[in-house]
Antibody
C-alpha cells in the first residue's frame, strides 16, 4: 500500500523557518507529481505547491509564493517544503499528496499530516 | 481568480440520498474531483474526473458535472458517510478547492 509520511512540524515563532519532509514508500516516487496542501484549524483545504516528477515544473499558491519552496529528492523518495518568514496564519496541518495523473490534481494518496503552529 | 462554491452544510436522513453541489463559472468544461474527510483524518479521493469512482469507493457514490454545477450524490446514506466533502479542480497552474460541505446523516 502506498505510504506518505510527513514530518518536521512543530512550534515556531513568527518570522521563523521550518522544513517539512514527506517520505514516500511502496511506489515509484520518481514517476509522480506531488503537492503540499494545508488545512488551518477548523477550515478547509488550501493547495500550496506542486512539483513535477523531475522538478522541472513548480507552481505555488499566491499566499506562499516567495516564502515557501518545494523540492524533492527522488533518490531518497522524499518531498520537502521549506517554509520561511512564517506568519500566524500559516498555522495548519500540512499534508503531502500524490497526483495520480500529471497536471490533473487528482490526489489519490495523502499523508496523515504534520501540524505547524506559528506563535510567539 | 476562479471560485468554487459549496453549501456549508447538507443534512440527509439515514438511507436517503444526499446531494452536494459545487458551483463555478462554466465548471462543466473542466474536470472536478471530490474528497471525503472524516474528523482527524486525511482527505480521501471519492470521485475524479467528474464521475469516476476510485477503487474501493462504494457504488452509492456518483458524480456529475454540467453547466455551472458539479454534483456529488450519495445514495442510501449511512452513518459512515458523515464527513466533510471538498470539490477540487485544476485551473491552469493552480489547484483550487471548494470551501467544503459538512454532511450530517440524521
Amino acid at each position: 500500500q502506498v505510504q506518505l509520511v510527513e514530518s518536521g512540524g512543530g512550534l515556531v515563532r513568527p518570522g521563523g523557518s521550518l522544513r517539512l519532509s514527506c517520505a514516500a514508500s511502496r511506489f515509484t516516487f520518481s514517476d509522480y507529481y506531488m503537492s503540499w496542501i494545508r488545512q488551518a484549524p477548523g477550515k478547509g483545504l488550501e493547495w500550496l505547491s506542486y512539483i513535477s516528477s523531475s522538478a522541472s515544473m513548480i507552481y505555488y499558491a499566491d499566499s506562499v509564493k516567495g516564502r515557501f519552496t518545494i523540492s524533492r529528492d527522488n533518490a531518497k523518495n522524499s518531498l520537502y517544503l521549506q517554509m520561511d518568514s512564517l506568519r500566524a496564519e500559516d498555522t495548519a496541518v500540512y499534508f503531502c499528496a500524490r497526483d495520480a495523473v500529471p497536471f490533473a490534481g487528482t490526489y489519490d494518496y495523502w499523508g496523515q499530516g504534520t501540524l505547524v503552529t506559528v506563535s510567539s | 481568480s476562479y471560485d468554487l462554491t459549496q453549501p456549508r452544510s447538507v443534512s440527509v436522513a439515514l438511507g436517503q440520498t444526499a446531494t452536494i453541489t459545487c458551483g463555478g463559472n462554466n465548471i462543466g468544461s473542466i474536470n472536478v474531483h471530490w474528497y471525503q474527510q472524516r474528523p482527524g483524518q486525511a482527505p480521501v479521493l471519492v470521485m475524479y474526473r467528474d464521475s469516476i469512482r476510485p477503487s474501493g469507493i462504494p457504488e452509492r457514490f456518483s458524480g456529475s458535472n454540467s453547466g455551472n454545477t458539479a454534483t456529488l450524490t450519495i445514495s442510501r446514506a449511512q452513518g459512515g458517510d458523515e464527513a466533510d466533502y471538498f470539490c477540487q479542480v485544476w485551473d491552469s497552474t493552480t489547484v483550487l478547492f471548494g470551501g467544503g460541505t459538512k454532511l450530517t446523516v440524521l
